[in-house]
């Protein structure tokens, strides 16, 4: 086999450059994630399994993957609908709008919290006429799904916005002219194209949703069992000095977030790869 | 005669835009715009000097001083990793590339808290390093070395993963051209790359230095809490929050608010930048 | 300067693009490297630029006036070399792009700024663009910037000048346009030069010589008259214009066509062969006094409207024979649809009937990728970048 490490370039400071990469990678992320999972191994199988089969760490586990998925479920939704809003329709002050989308990616997660509580709270700004309606939304799960929502909706938008935006027109006069009607274009051939980017968008939501802590702890309510979710725990964990519970309810949450992002790279690159035909 | 432009694509009859329109406007005001507005309602409710005051108190001094002197240190470190990786990775084809960008964007994938976590593991009263660290009286957990490195770690991927579609996207032919017309690898970065990826690397730049004065999770698990030495802004607004100081806390959330502001302005800005250039 | 290249074989992962390349490009000469896609001819381009590394093999060099220069990198070859979507730096004026190559160089041997200013109007007064110094590539049309990375290449005083695809991306007219100024430099300034491409119109109009090359392999190096009269193998008869084939077999020291097809042949190894004739190497006749060489065939489609008479042939066998005619011999034989007429080609070249081509194609890829599970496959991909 001629296979050859690396193909040869003109370029110079790949050694270099590369070499510095890997220490930095290295010694930055590596290292430390290293040592997670070998403190975690340390407890062996039946001690993390112990921990982890806890009910009040399965509780934690189920709110926050349940809140999760019902707040990457709304994103992916909402968010194709403000995608094709930014991108199909023309009005002025597009471009502000545009950039609004971005805020939660821009504001501390400390603040979005704080005032996402201020809001919904049984005293705040739409808390108070949803109490009166009987509904209540901070600490509950309601509270959590909103602040997931909001930390969650960028990343649909973003990345379904430029697959809206590359779709080619003549697909969908083509799918006119041979007699479709607009609702069978949109659904035979508008979102079957832009599905790979959809099912990434809900991904990354998805998995943001699952780690985020600072805008949930705040609306989140804190209650062991009911509105407390994992990555909460492990803070509480740690100041009860109990390092390896941490590590085990921490090492809980990423093999399954890693489980079900690999899920979702396979089902993306495979439909993906039915519109490539790679 | 008054011609009409013929609008292409999918037309939705009216009813349908206006939802549309409707049901976005509603949703983000609903879920992006109000909390903002309430950071600043609440901040300056009881006017502009009890906000100053909140603002002036010497915590929160020293909380905003910390936050720009992690962000001082941790942005650069990234910016310069973020250039290296960037050449490496997108300028040459070699086997394992794509496992390296994975790793490189392993920080976006990890819980906030799990990222203070592990720098406990690592430098904590029990981890690897912790008891070496105590003996020499060298702390870094509940310290500002704890919430450097924990900030460096999450703003870890932002310049590389902006530069790095950006130059692999470019190609390297300009770069070529450089060479055969006797340039060094310097001359060739200095005068043809950099230039030529200036504004995403501001854009990069801009990302990262947002997150890292607000990163709230991580920095939170390291830090300890100890007022006027290892609070950051984010910190010390959760802190008076749970006093019940909501004003104060509102006072210093607006500051960071602000710095959202600023952050889109200068996105949107760069943004503009960059879409002018490439299609003029 | 001559530029020889002694056993130069590339290879991509699995996949040979250059197969054992031995040539001597001559001192002032313009060269055309000329090849359908994939045939290797920017590759071996790159090579002489230094841009590409040659697979390691002892005896393989690069000699420039006979001069090793093997292992010198790319920026000590002094090769002026035009990318073939021109490269230029995008962020930089015209005027900059040109006093690129003099601005980098060490300060002992940099050209003062009056210097650097005088020479880089000299090189645009050359290429007509000394009114645009101060633009952006971005705001000038692809024939400007063609010329841009000309003066580009030209302002370090190459020894020698090499061209991909130098007119790829233009359109037709402005092509011409620049195929002849080009044309037309080179013979100003006597500089050895070397072009890509893959238009057989533009490598015989513009060259002194033509390299042919497919697969990997040189199929002939000569003038443009030599390789399109004596063409020396099937692939560059075909590849240099239309053809049409007759396949046949050799009988007794003679090859035997369908129809009354018969020529004296001195090849005895291979009974098949195939007999090429180019659309203009036919006479029509309305009729001949003896059948020899000569086969029967219908008008089937005449297209007048062009400098010849392009007439579509069908024969008894049901092929379709191409014939081109001047307006002249047209007007002396006219044909109309339908009409039965003698066919008789003028001029042919005969060739063997090569099986092992198709072989040989398959042979350049040593190893071909197994079949894998979804998951090691993915894994690989992953790995691999796509």
């Not at chain 1, 909001?150 to 799918?175: C, D, K, N, S, Y």
């Not at chain 1, 939501?205 to 609306?219: C, D, H, N, P, T």
């Not at chain 2, 607004?237 to 100081?245: D, R, T, V």
């Not at chain 3, 195939?274 to 489609?301: M, S």
Request: proline share 4%.
């Amino acid at each position: 086999m001629n296979l050859k490490f690396k193909k040869y370039s003109v370029l110079p400071g790949f050694g270099l450059t590369l070499g510095y990469t890997l220490f930095y990678l290295g010694f930055i992320v590596l290292l430390p994630l290293a040592a997670l999972i070998i403190r975690g191994s340390e407890l062996g199988w039946s001690g993390f399994w112990q921990v982890i089969s806890d009910p009040r760490v399965l509780a934690s586990y189920k709110l926050t993957f349940g809140t999760a998925l019902a707040a990457a479920i709304i994103n992916t939704f909402f968010g194709l609908i403000v995608a094709w809003f930014l991108t199909r329709t023309h009005f002025p002050g597009k471009r502000f709008i545009d950039s609004i989308v971005d805020l939660p990616f821009a504001l501390p997660t400390a603040v979005s919290g704080i005032a996402l509580t201020a809001v919904y709270a049984p005293t705040g700004w739409i808390g108070k006429p949803l109490m009166d309606a009987g509904i209540k939304v901070a600490f509950t799960p309601i509270g959590i799904t909103i602040a997931m929502i909001f930390i969650g909706l960028p990343f649909v938008v973003r990345t379904v916005q430029p697959a809206l935006e590359e779709l080619e027109l003549e697909l969908e006069e083509v799918a006119i002219s041979l007699g479709a009607s607009q609702w069978t274009t949109l659904v035979k051939v508008i979102l079957p194209m832009i599905l790979p980017s959809l099912i990434t968008g809900f991904a990354l939501s998805f998995a943001r949703a699952i780690g985020e802590y600072g805008s949930v702890v705040f609306i989140a309510g804190n209650m062991p069992m009911r509105t407390e979710i994992s990555s909460l725990l492990i803070i509480t964990k740690l100041e009860q000095y109990d390092f390896l519970g941490a590590t085990a309810i921490a090492l809980g949450m990423l093999i399954m977030s890693f489980l079900l992002l690999f899920v979702v790279n396979l089902l993306q690159s495979w439909s993906s790869s039915r519109l490539k035909g790679v | 005669m008054r011609s009409k432009e013929l609008k292409r694509g999918l037309q939705p009859p009216l009813i349908v835009n206006i939802i549309i329109s409707t049901v976005s406007i509603i949703f983000l005001a609903l879920f992006l715009v109000l909390p903002l507005v309430v950071v600043f309602g609440e901040a300056f409710r009881q006017g502009v000097s009890v906000w100053w005051g909140s603002i002036a108190e010497e915590e929160s001094l020293s909380a905003l001083r910390l936050t720009l002197f992690v962000a001082a240190i941790a942005v650069p470190l990234n910016l310069f990793f973020g250039i290296a990786a960037s050449w490496a990775l997108a300028k040459f084809d070699f086997w394992g590339r794509n496992l390296i960008i994975t790793l490189i964007d392993l920080p976006f994938a990890i819980s906030p808290i799990i990222s203070g976590l592990i720098f406990i593991l690592l430098f904590g009263i029990n981890g690897w390093i912790g008891p070496w660290l105590i003996k020499h009286n060298i702390q870094i957990i509940f310290a500002v070395p704890g919430i450097v490195l924990a900030t460096i770690f999450v703003t870890f991927p932002f310049v590389a993963r902006e530069l790095i579609p950006l130059m692999t996207e470019q190609g390297s032919e300009e770069e070529q051209a450089a060479l055969t017309l006797g340039a060094n690898g310097w001359q060739t970065f200095l005068r043809i790359t950099l230039p030529n990826i200036k504004w995403g690397l501001l854009y990069g730049v801009i990302l990262c230095n947002a997150r890292a004065m607000g990163e709230f999770g991580a920095v939170s698990v390291v830090s300890g809490h100890i007022r006027g030495e290892t609070n950051t802004l984010p910190l010390q607004a959760e802190i008076l929050y749970n006093e019940y100081n909501f004003t104060a806390a509102f006072a210093v959330a607006s500051l960071l608010a602000f710095l959202a502001l600023v952050t889109l302005a200068l996105k949107f800005f760069v943004e503009w930048k960059s879409n002018k250039l490439e299609t003029v | 300067m001559t530029i020889t290249l002694e056993n130069i074989s590339k290879t991509f992962n699995n996949f040979k693009a250059l197969d054992n390349i031995n040539l001597n490009f001559e001192d002032g000469k313009l060269t055309a490297l000329l090849g359908p896609s994939g045939s290797g001819k920017t590759t071996l381009l790159r090579i002489v630029a230094g841009l590409e590394l040659p697979d390691q093999k002892e005896n393989s060099k690069i000699l420039f006036n006979g001069i090793n220069v093997t292992d010198n990198a790319v920026g000590k070859r002094q090769v002026g070399f035009v990318f073939q979507h021109y490269a230029l730096f995008r962020h930089l004026s015209v005027f900059e792009n040109v006093a690129f190559g003099l601005k980098v160089k060490k300060s002992i041997d940099r050209p003062s700024k009056q210097e650097i200013h005088d020479q880089v109007f000299e090189l645009l007064r050359m290429v007509q663009l000394d009114t645009m110094a101060h633009r952006l590539p971005s705001q000038l049309s692809g024939g400007q910037r063609q010329r841009v990375a000309l003066a580009r290449a030209l302002a370090i005083k190459p020894k020698v000048l090499l061209l991909d695809e130098p007119f790829g991306s233009l359109d037709a007219k402005v092509r011409a346009e620049l195929r002849r100024w080009l044309r037309k430099l080179h013979d100003d300034l006597h500089i050895t030069s070397i072009f890509v491409t893959h238009d057989q119109e533009e490598a015989l109009e513009v060259s002194d010589k033509i390299i042919v090359m497919n697969q990997g392999c040189i199929e002939q190096v000569g003038t443009p008259n030599e390789v399109f009269h004596k063409p020396a193998t099937e692939f560059v008869m075909q590849f240099l214009g239309d053809v049409n084939v007759f396949h046949g077999r050799i009988d007794e020291n003679q090859a035997i066509y369908s129809g009354n097809l018969n020529y004296i042949n001195n090849i005895s190894e291979n009974p098949n062969v195939k007999l090429l004739v180019r659309p203009h190497d036919f006479d029509v006749l309305l009729k001949v006094e003896n059948e020899k060489n000569v086969f029967t065939a219908k008008a089937h489609r005449i297209l007048t409207a062009g400098a010849f008479v392009k007439i579509e042939f069908i024969d008894k066998l049901n092929r379709l024979i191409l014939v081109h005619l001047s307006h002249d011999n047209y007007r002396k034989t006219p044909v109309n649809h339908g009409d039965e007429v003698f066919l008789c080609p003028r001029e042919h070249q005969l060739y063997k009937n090569k099986e092992k081509k198709v072989k040989e194609q398959d042979n350049r890829f040593v190893k071909r990728p197994k079949k894998r599970t979804l998951i090691k496959n993915f894994i690989f991909k992953y790995l691999k970048k796509s």
